[in-house]
Structure formats: structure tokens, C-alpha cells
């Protein structure tokens, strides 16, 4: 075979292998509303995004997803307090103040804390976190919205950190020794010159993190307690949208109402997703 | 091209399960039957070497579904089958037979620290539809009550609207609990709450309440004294023929597999 041809054949396989993955991401997207839009053949768009009865199996069922939102934006909302702080927070230190050595240890062990499964933190938050909030703050029930957000966070922290980290490692070193010489503090360029340089990737990094919390499963369907309330204090319990969908779609009959209102909130979910990712993108973008 | 893809990856998902169905026996459904076949299973594969079994859960109605799919040959269920899925398993050209294994019975439970005894179908149904939300209400301590449920799609669920609720909804500050084991979980660890569970997952972690003045037990449950029972039930492809009678006959045996029920804590339906 000519070595053109050749050529030619590589950089075809090799686009057809990177298209491959936007291809399958468009087929489950279209998939996803093919299922989820005829839920609106049910329920008006209104009831649906504002009621608040999500009685799915009754007869007649109600799918009003407003307390599962707000389940999921609350839950997210509390882990990104904790997370963004600290993932930031401990990233700075990282890169300004611990020496490099130590860096080299802790970025990895750090990083490692991202690679447990959600199972096991879900677990850890189900036996050990929840009879503490219970005991210590004289909770109702330990499996609420402070638990889960507390083991979301813990599951953000290592992206936020991480991705925070590369961002403020990438601050050129000349910005820190000009902001020296200039008579500045330590932390006076930490905080008003190397933040804000590497401020594009911090947000991207939050971003993420944000988006992994509300989108992650096993851990909400284990500790956020499963009630479709909306929260009215932070030892409430919610039903986030994924629990929700990992919870009831097992036993939806297939292309039933449930069924499909459950693909419905599972749109919901990714348009979420989707806005978080589109945030992070745009905000990336936005090198100064 | 898309439909050559399509095809190769529908052709997998297809022949896969099919493939491994013929050399073993595939067993699906209700977590509340799951530990009884489990058990079952286990002596069976024993008694029968050569014979091999792939037991999974994931809900009577999943259960269900996959039997009327032909992804599995047996399903566990802890409820009858609706109409709508006897029409689509037969639509699939497969005809669902019911053979009952075992009798379970939902029993309330709160923690052993709660001084609450006694409660009445009735107040049951007030406790769960928000009715009534305090401890005192029933004798016990100024608390507030920690309703606790199973989701609204397990087959336990179903039994408890039926028998208890009626017509009544759940109220939606019920916690909503994907399991038996973190009913248990959540009911042991919090003196304000209630939960109910099958009779099999009862332990000393949990106090069991009476209902309407009866203890629940295995008596109580089969002379159909005690309110809150049901038949559990595998479900086959028509009269089951071969490996699989020998795995029903066994599972009916009152020496065998009816031991095993009783070890687990179901009552057993002969003996």
C-alpha cells in the first residue's frame, strides 16, 4: 500500500475513534428525551417543574419533581461550601507555602481520595456521620441534607484541590517576585495576585466539583434520607433527583408514566450538568 | 455503518445472557426473597454438583421483568404479579407460573429504648400519613416521630399500602429507605423512629411492636391472625420442567429447603 493511502487510513481510524465517544454521547441525549418528553403528555410542564406531590406509584400518580430540584440544588449548595473553601484553601497551600517535597506526597495521596468508591463513603456517612448528628446535634434523623452534603464535599474536595492546584502551579513565577520586590506579604500575593491570576482555573476547577456532587448517586440514595420534602433547616431530609431515579427505576414498568417521568428528571439532571460544564468551559475560556 | 454498529451491539446485548443462561440456572427479584434462595441455592448446588445458579436482586418487579424478558429462568417476588405484567410477559410469549415459598410478615419496629408496645392498624395508618407526630400521642415520650418507609417502588412497600394505608397516601416526610437493611440501619440508630421490615430481618437491635393486641410470629402469621403478612413467591416460565422442578421440588422440601426458610426467619409454608 502507498505510504499516502496509508496515512490517509490512520488519520480515519483516528477520527472515527475520537467521534466515536461524541456520537455515543448524542445518542444517549437523544435517547434521555425520547424517553423523558412524552412524561409531559401526563402532567403540563408547569405542574411538573413547580408541583410539589411526587407520588409516582398511586393511582393516580403525580409527578411533581420541584422537591427533588431543590433536594439536589441543596444538597450541592452545602457540599460546595465546604468543598471550595477547602479544596482552594489547601491547593494554595500546596503550591506557596508547603515545601516541594511534601507537595509531591500529598498532591497523589490527595488525588487517591477521589478513587473511593461513592459506596463506601455513602456507608461511612450511613453508620458513622449519622448517629453523630443525631447524638451530638440532636438531629431528628442522621440522613439528611447536612450528611450528604458533608459526604459530597468530601467526594468534591479532591477535583476542586487538584484541578486548583495545576491552575496555581501554572502562575508564572515572575507575578510572585514582582509582587515581593513591590514590598507585598506572602500572603498579600497569595490572596491578591496569584488567586486572581489563576482565577480561570480555580472556577473551572468549582465547577467540576460542583457538578460531580450533583450528579452523584450511590451517596445521596444512602444518606440523604429519601424524603420529598423541601428542607426547610439543614437536618432535613431531601430525595435529590438521582436518588430518586436509582431508587424507583428498577421496578418503573418500561415505557410506563413512571418510566417516564423518571427519564424526564434524569433530563432535568443533565441539563444541570450540562449548565455547570458550560459555566466551567466558559469560564476556562476566560483567560485573562 | 450506524446500523451495522447498531445491529453488532444489539446482537451482544441478546445472545450474552443467553449464552450463560444455558449453563446455569438464572434466579432474579425481591431482596425480601433473595436470602432465602441465596441459602436455598447454596444446599442445592450441594446436593446437586454439576447444577449452577446466578442469583441477583433488584425488586419483585424488576424480578418480574426480566423473567417475562427471558433474562432469567426463575423470578423472586414478594407480591403477586400485576395484570399489566402477566399481559406483557405474555405478549413476550411467556407465561408466568406462580408456586409460593414462604410466608413473611411485616412487623413495625422501633428502637429497644422506646417504651411504645402496643399500636392499631389504625394508628399506623395516622403515623404514616402525618397524622400523628409525636411519641406522646401513643404513650411514649414528648418526641417527635421519625417516619420511615421502604421506596414506594419495593414490593414491601406495596404490601404495607395495601394492608395498612388503604387508600391513604404516605406523607412525603416519610424517609424513603432503598432497603430492609437500612430500615434496620436507620431504625436502630434513632430512638424517634418507626420503620417497619420483613419478619426475617428482625434483630436485637430492633424492638418489634404489636399490632391490634398480637404478637407477630410465625403462628400468628399462618393461622392469618396477625395483619400485615404476605405469601412470598417465585415465578417460572410455565409449570417448571427439569433442573428447575428439581430446584422448586427442593426449595417445597419441608426437610430441605423449607429449613432454610425458617433459618432465615420467613415462616415456612409446610413442615
Same mark, same amino acid.
Request: proline content about 5%.
Given at each position: 500500500?502507498?505510504?499516502?493511502?496509508?496515512?490517509?487510513?490512520?488519520?480515519?481510524?483516528?477520527?472515527? #475513534?475520537?467521534?466515536?465517544?461524541?456520537?455515543?454521547?448524542?445518542?444517549?441525549?437523544?435517547?434521555?428525551?425520547?424517553?423523558?418528553?412524552?412524561?409531559?403528555?401526563?402532567?403540563?410542564?408547569?405542574?411538573?417543574?413547580?408541583?410539589?406531590?411526587?407520588?409516582?406509584?398511586?393511582?393516580?400518580?403525580?409527578?411533581? #419533581?420541584?422537591?427533588?430540584?431543590?433536594?439536589?440544588?441543596?444538597?450541592?449548595?452545602?457540599?460546595?461550601?465546604?468543598?471550595?473553601?477547602?479544596?482552594?484553601?489547601?491547593?494554595?497551600?500546596?503550591?506557596?507555602?508547603?515545601?516541594?517535597?511534601?507537595?509531591?506526597?500529598?498532591?497523589?495521596?490527595?488525588?487517591?481520595?477521589?478513587?473511593?468508591?461513592?459506596?463506601?463513603?455513602?456507608?461511612?456517612?450511613?453508620?458513622?456521620?449519622?448517629?453523630?448528628?443525631?447524638?451530638v446535634f440532636d438531629a431528628d434523623i442522621g440522613l439528611n441534607l447536612f450528611? $450528604?452534603?458533608?459526604?459530597?464535599?468530601?467526594?468534591?474536595v479532591p477535583t476542586i484541590c487538584s484541578i486548583s492546584e495545576d491552575a496555581?502551579?501554572?502562575?508564572?513565577?515572575?507575578?510572585?517576585?514582582?509582587?515581593?520586590?513591590?514590598?507585598?506579604?506572602?500572603?498579600?500575593?497569595?490572596?491578591?495576585?496569584?488567586?486572581?491570576?489563576?482565577?480561570?482555573?480555580?472556577?473551572?476547577?468549582?465547577?467540576?466539583?460542583?457538578?460531580?456532587? #450533583?450528579?452523584?448517586?450511590?451517596?445521596?440514595?444512602?444518606?440523604?434520607?429519601?424524603?420529598?420534602?423541601?428542607?426547610?433547616?439543614?437536618?432535613?431530609?431531601?430525595?435529590?433527583?438521582?436518588?430518586?431515579? $436509582?431508587?424507583?427505576?428498577?421496578?418503573?414498568?418500561?415505557?410506563?408514566?413512571?418510566?417516564?417521568?423518571?427519564?424526564?428528571?434524569?433530563?432535568?439532571?443533565?441539563?444541570?450538568?450540562?449548565?455547570?460544564?458550560?459555566?466551567?468551559?466558559?469560564?476556562?475560556?476566560?483567560?485573562? | 455503518?450506524?446500523?451495522?454498529?447498531?445491529?453488532?451491539?444489539?446482537?451482544?446485548? +441478546?445472545?450474552?445472557?443467553?449464552?450463560?443462561?444455558?449453563?446455569?440456572?438464572?434466579?432474579?427479584?425481591?431482596?425480601?426473597?433473595?436470602? +432465602?434462595?441465596?441459602?436455598?441455592?447454596?444446599?442445592?448446588?450441594?446436593?446437586?454438583?454439576?447444577?449452577?445458579?446466578?442469583?441477583?436482586?433488584?425488586?419483585?418487579?424488576?424480578?418480574?421483568?426480566?423473567?417475562?424478558?427471558?433474562?432469567?429462568?426463575?423470578?423472586?417476588?414478594?407480591?403477586?404479579?400485576?395484570?399489566?405484567?402477566?399481559?406483557?410477559?405474555?405478549?413476550?410469549?411467556?407465561?408466568?407460573? &406462580?408456586?409460593?415459598?414462604?410466608?413473611?410478615?411485616?412487623?413495625?419496629?422501633?428502637?429497644?429504648?422506646?417504651?411504645?408496645?402496643?399500636?392499631?392498624?389504625?394508628?399506623?395508618?395516622?403515623?404514616?400519613?402525618?397524622?400523628? !407526630?409525636?411519641?406522646?400521642?401513643?404513650?411514649?415520650?414528648?418526641?417527635?416521630?421519625?417516619?420511615?418507609? &421502604?421506596?414506594?417502588?419495593?414490593?414491601?412497600?406495596?404490601?404495607?399500602?395495601?394492608?395498612?394505608?388503604?387508600?391513604?397516601? +404516605?406523607?412525603? !416526610?416519610?424517609?424513603?429507605?432503598?432497603?430492609?437493611?437500612?430500615?434496620?440501619?436507620?431504625?436502630?440508630?434513632?430512638?424517634?423512629?418507626?420503620?417497619?421490615?420483613?419478619?426475617?430481618?428482625?434483630?436485637?437491635?430492633?424492638?418489634?411492636?404489636?399490632?391490634?393486641?398480637?404478637?407477630?410470629?410465625?403462628? !400468628?402469621?399462618?393461622?392469618?391472625?396477625?395483619?400485615?403478612?404476605?405469601?412470598?413467591?417465585?415465578? !417460572?416460565?410455565?409449570?417448571?420442567?427439569?433442573?428447575?422442578?428439581?430446584?422448586?421440588?427442593? +426449595?417445597?422440601?419441608?426437610?430441605?429447603?423449607?429449613?432454610?426458610?425458617?433459618?432465615?426467619?420467613?415462616?415456612?409454608?409446610?413442615?
Amino acid at each position: 500500500m502507498p505510504i499516502a493511502n496509508k496515512e490517509r487510513l490512520i488519520h480515519l481510524g483516528l477520527a472515527v #475513534i475520537a467521534f466515536s465517544s461524541l456520537l455515543f454521547l448524542g445518542l444517549i441525549t437523544f435517547f434521555l428525551f425520547m424517553e423523558g418528553l412524552p412524561v409531559f403528555q401526563y402532567v403540563s410542564i408547569k405542574e411538573f417543574f413547580t408541583g410539589s406531590n411526587w407520588y409516582p406509584t398511586s393511582n393516580p400518580p403525580e409527578f411533581q #419533581i420541584f422537591p427533588l430540584i431543590v433536594g439536589s440544588v441543596a444538597v450541592t449548595l452545602v457540599a460546595s461550601v465546604i468543598a471550595i473553601p477547602l479544596g482552594v484553601l489547601t491547593a494554595a497551600w500546596m503550591t506557596e507555602v508547603a515545601p516541594a517535597a511534601l507537595r509531591r506526597i500529598l498532591k497523589p495521596v490527595i488525588e487517591l481520595l477521589a478513587a473511593l468508591p461513592s459506596v463506601v463513603v455513602g456507608f461511612f456517612g450511613m453508620i458513622v456521620v449519622a448517629p453523630v448528628l443525631q447524638d451530638v446535634f440532636d438531629a431528628d434523623i442522621g440522613l439528611n441534607l447536612f450528611n $450528604a452534603g458533608l459526604m459530597l464535599a468530601f467526594m468534591s474536595v479532591p477535583t476542586i484541590c487538584s484541578i486548583s492546584e495545576d491552575a496555581l502551579f501554572g502562575v508564572p513565577k515572575s507575578l510572585r517576585e514582582a509582587s515581593l520586590a513591590l514590598g507585598a506579604t506572602r500572603w498579600e500575593t497569595t490572596a491578591k495576585v496569584v488567586i486572581p491570576a489563576a482565577f480561570s482555573g480555580i472556577g473551572t476547577a468549582c465547577m467540576l466539583g460542583m457538578s460531580r456532587s #450533583i450528579g452523584e448517586t450511590m451517596v445521596v440514595l444512602m444518606v440523604a434520607g429519601g424524603a420529598g420534602i423541601i428542607p426547610e433547616w439543614i437536618f432535613d431530609p431531601v430525595r435529590p433527583m438521582p436518588a430518586a431515579i $436509582a431508587a424507583e427505576i428498577a421496578e418503573a414498568s418500561f415505557r410506563g408514566e413512571h418510566y417516564h417521568a423518571l427519564f424526564a428528571v434524569g433530563m432535568v439532571l443533565f441539563l444541570f450538568t450540562l449548565a455547570f460544564n458550560c459555566v466551567a468551559q466558559a469560564v476556562s475560556m476566560k483567560k485573562a | 455503518m450506524f446500523k451495522a454498529i447498531a445491529a453488532f451491539l444489539l446482537g451482544i446485548m +441478546v445472545t450474552a445472557p443467553a449464552y450463560a443462561a444455558s449453563q446455569e440456572i438464572m434466579i432474579n427479584g425481591s431482596t425480601t426473597v433473595l436470602p +432465602v434462595m441465596q441459602k436455598v441455592g447454596e444446599a442445592f448446588m450441594n446436593a446437586n454438583p454439576g447444577s449452577s445458579l446466578a442469583i441477583s436482586g433488584g425488586g419483585s418487579g424488576n424480578g418480574i421483568k426480566a423473567l417475562s424478558e427471558g433474562l432469567c429462568q426463575v423470578a423472586m417476588s414478594s407480591r403477586d404479579i400485576k395484570d399489566s405484567e402477566r399481559a406483557e410477559a405474555e405478549a413476550r410469549g411467556v407465561n408466568p407460573y &406462580r408456586i409460593a415459598i414462604a410466608m413473611d410478615a411485616l412487623v413495625p419496629v422501633v428502637h429497644p429504648d422506646n417504651p411504645v408496645k402496643e399500636i392499631s392498624v389504625e394508628q399506623l395508618r395516622d403515623i404514616y400519613s402525618g397524622k400523628i !407526630t409525636n411519641w406522646q400521642e401513643l404513650g411514649g415520650e414528648d418526641a417527635k416521630i421519625v417516619v420511615i418507609s &421502604r421506596d414506594s417502588s419495593s414490593g414491601t412497600f406495596e404490601t404495607w399500602e395495601e394492608i395498612i394505608m388503604k387508600k391513604t397516601k +404516605v406523607s412525603p !416526610t416519610a424517609l424513603m429507605q432503598a432497603s430492609n437493611g437500612a430500615v434496620v440501619q436507620a431504625v436502630s440508630k434513632n430512638k424517634k423512629a418507626i420503620g417497619y421490615i420483613g419478619f426475617g430481618y428482625l434483630n436485637n437491635s430492633l424492638k418489634q411492636i404489636n399490632v391490634n393486641g398480637i404478637v407477630a410470629g410465625a403462628e !400468628t402469621a399462618l393461622d392469618g391472625t396477625w395483619p400485615i403478612a404476605r405469601e412470598l413467591y417465585l415465578f !417460572t416460565n410455565g409449570e417448571p420442567q427439569g433442573e428447575l422442578k428439581k430446584l422448586v421440588d427442593f +426449595v417445597l422440601d419441608p426437610k430441605k429447603g423449607q429449613k432454610y426458610v425458617l433459618d432465615i426467619g420467613y415462616i415456612p409454608l409446610k413442615d
